[in-house]
């Protein structure tokens, strides 16, 4: 069974930066397209980036500009750059795999504070 595993979250300051990683086994993120959500407390999850096998990507306007979603060398990653951080981008980060039945993983938590 493949598993998704996010890293990377933490507490930040409003306008610094992070960089997510979201690491699978085997070389998925090449063949599949993908997204990154996030989740706030008391709200829905809502997708914030994608990418397509081809490479394409899509962003939120929310985020537009600020996240930048991109492969990793190796084909097992993904990487979620996010800058100018605001407090509203608080929330439990995720990575899916469209498509597929590879279930959620446990997120990665970026609080951005003063």
């Known amino acids: 069974q493949v598993q998704l595993v996010e890293s990377g979250g933490g507490l930040v300051q409003p306008g610094g930066s992070l960089r997510l990683s979201c690491a699978a086994s085997?070389?998925?993120?090449?063949?599949?397209?993908m997204g990154w959500y996030r989740q706030a407390p008391g709200k829905q999850r809502e997708l914030v980036a994608t990418?397509?096998?081809?490479?394409?990507?899509n962003y939120a306007d929310s985020v537009k500009g600020r996240f930048t979603l991109s492969r990793g060398n190796t084909k097992n990653r993904v990487y979620l750059e996010m800058t100018s951080l605001k407090p509203e981008d608080t929330a439990v980060y995720y990575c899916?795999?469209?498509?597929?039945?590879?279930?959620w993983g446990q997120g990665t938590q970026v609080t951005v504070s003063s």
């Open positions: 899916k795999i469209f498509g597929s039945t590879i279930p």
């Open positions: 085997g070389s998925i993120f090449s063949k599949n397209d």
């Open positions: 990418i397509t096998s081809g490479g394409v990507t």
